[in-house]
């Protein structure tokens, strides 16, 4: 469980370069090799998205999260258009239809050419292997440049490899430059008057006091149905990079815990347990946060929390305050 008190989420810093063309990247997850036979897209915008990886990316500009950008039309990111075309008042079909692309536009190129810089590097270091050895690190940091980036451009780690094939991650340096959805450093969707998380379709979404839809999420659940609480509860924490209590107690499947005999402290940091942010329920032991494994989320259970990818739930962060009432539904 996290123990740390509340405070304003640190936003993650980018570095922008300007670019005025865009990749085509239709075929990318189908041949791994076409990043590098990419074609330049139309510059002109507004323009309807050509692409999946465009979808995924204005979508996420918007706040309706389909989990990774990873340029395929999964059942998430079909979850997270029909969400969008809901709140559009057009056709919930899924797919980039005609009504949809009058209404989904891009107002600015979807990728761009970005770079790191000395403090992320400086930032990185390798996660322990045991629960007692990430006890004792100063940090659960990023491990490597290209997870780093990942999470930073809310998209996958072989998606980045694909979209730059020429790049030697291993060898990055604040003097490499590599194509990545272009995303804002601050979401500003509006402020949550409900949440409501489905537990059969794994999505939480969020409404404003006027009841519009302002932001969707995949979700993990819990593993067990008797850890999965229907009905309504109450937001009483907000915690921006908590730190986290490892109770073995609830690890009975862990060898480790089952010998270690004692409560650990495990530092903030991306790869903690509950990732960058930790917003408690009015039910002891429950609550939504981050994960340091985003490709997981919608698709593995949980111990009872709602598990995020980190990037969906500093978003999150940003909308609720303690109070915010969280409705639970089958």
Same mark, same amino acid.
């Given at each position: 469980?996290?123990?740390?008190?509340?405070?304003?989420?640190?936003?993650?810093? !980018?570095? %922008?370069? *300007?670019?005025?063309?865009?990749?085509?990247?239709?075929?990318?997850?189908?041949?791994?090799?076409?990043?590098?036979?990419?074609?330049?897209?139309?510059?002109?915008? @507004?323009?309807?998205?050509?692409?999946?990886?465009?979808?995924?990316?204005?979508?996420?500009?918007?706040?309706?999260?389909?989990?990774?950008? &990873?340029?395929? !039309?999964?059942?998430?990111?079909?979850?997270?258009?029909?969400?969008?075309?809901?709140?559009?008042?057009?056709?919930?079909?899924?797919? $980039?239809?005609? *009504?949809?692309?009058?209404?989904?536009?891009?107002?600015? @190129?979807?990728?761009?050419?970005?770079?790191?810089?000395?403090?992320?590097?400086?930032?990185?270091?390798?996660?322990?292997?045991?629960?007692?050895?990430?006890?004792?690190?100063? +940090? $659960?940091?990023?491990?490597?440049?290209?997870?780093?980036?990942?999470?930073?451009?809310?998209?996958?780690?072989?998606?980045?490899? !694909?979209?730059?094939? &020429?790049?030697?991650?291993?060898?990055?340096?604040?003097?490499?430059?590599?194509?990545?959805?272009?995303?804002?450093?601050?979401?500003?969707?509006?402020?949550?008057?409900?949440?409501?998380? *489905?537990?059969?379709?794994?999505?939480?979404? #969020?409404?404003?006091?006027?009841?519009? $839809?302002?932001?969707?999420?995949?979700?993990?659940? *819990?593993?067990?149905?008797?850890?999965?609480?229907?009905?309504?509860? !109450? #937001?009483?924490?907000?915690?921006?990079?908590?730190?986290?209590?490892?109770?073995?107690?609830?690890?009975?499947?862990?060898?480790?815990?089952?010998?270690?005999?004692?409560?650990?402290? /495990? @530092?903030?940091?991306?790869?903690?347990?509950?990732?960058? +942010?930790?917003?408690?329920?009015?039910?002891?032991?429950?609550?939504?946060?981050?994960?340091?494994?985003?490709?997981?989320?919608?698709?593995?259970?949980?111990?009872?929390?709602?598990? /995020?990818?980190? %990037?969906?739930?500093?978003?999150?962060?940003?909308?609720?305050?303690?109070?915010?009432?969280?409705?639970?539904?089958?």
């Amino acid at each position: 469980m996290p123990s740390a008190s509340p405070v304003v989420p640190a936003l993650p810093r !980018r570095r %922008w370069l *300007a670019i005025t063309t865009v990749a085509l990247l239709a075929t990318v997850i189908a041949r791994p090799s076409a990043a590098a036979q990419a074609a330049d897209a139309p510059a002109e915008f @507004p323009r309807p998205p050509a692409t999946w990886a465009e979808v995924q990316v204005e979508l996420s500009r918007r706040g309706f999260s389909g989990g990774a950008i &990873d340029g395929v !039309r999964g059942p998430q990111s079909a979850a997270a258009l029909k969400a969008f075309q809901k709140r559009a008042g057009v056709p919930e079909t899924g797919e $980039l239809d005609a *009504a949809t692309r009058a209404v989904l536009l891009l107002e600015e @190129p979807p990728f761009a050419e970005v770079a790191l810089d000395e403090e992320d590097f400086d930032s990185l270091q390798p996660v322990g292997a045991t629960w007692l050895e990430k006890s004792q690190q100063t +940090a $659960l940091a990023h491990a490597t440049a290209l997870e780093l980036a990942a999470e930073r451009f809310r998209t996958s780690q072989p998606f980045l490899r !694909r979209l730059n094939p &020429d790049v030697d991650w291993d060898a990055l340096t604040p003097e490499t430059t590599f194509l990545a959805p272009r995303l804002p450093a601050q979401m500003r969707l509006g402020r949550a008057a409900r949440l409501a998380i *489905a537990l059969e379709a794994r999505t939480l979404e #969020v409404f404003d006091r006027d009841g519009a $839809l302002i932001a969707h999420f995949p979700v993990s659940i *819990a593993k067990k149905a008797e850890k999965r609480p229907v009905g309504e509860l !109450r #937001v009483i924490v907000v915690v921006a990079d908590p730190d986290y209590t490892f109770d073995p107690a609830l690890f009975s499947e862990s060898e480790e815990a089952r010998t270690l005999g004692r409560k650990l402290i /495990l @530092p903030p940091g991306p790869n903690n347990p509950v990732g960058v +942010a930790w917003i408690g329920l009015d039910r002891p032991g429950y609550g939504i946060h981050g994960t340091p494994e985003p490709e997981k989320v919608g698709r593995t259970e949980s111990h009872g929390c709602f598990r /995020l990818a980190n %990037w969906d739930a500093r978003t999150l962060l940003e909308l609720v305050s303690v109070g915010t009432p969280v409705v639970v539904e089958p």
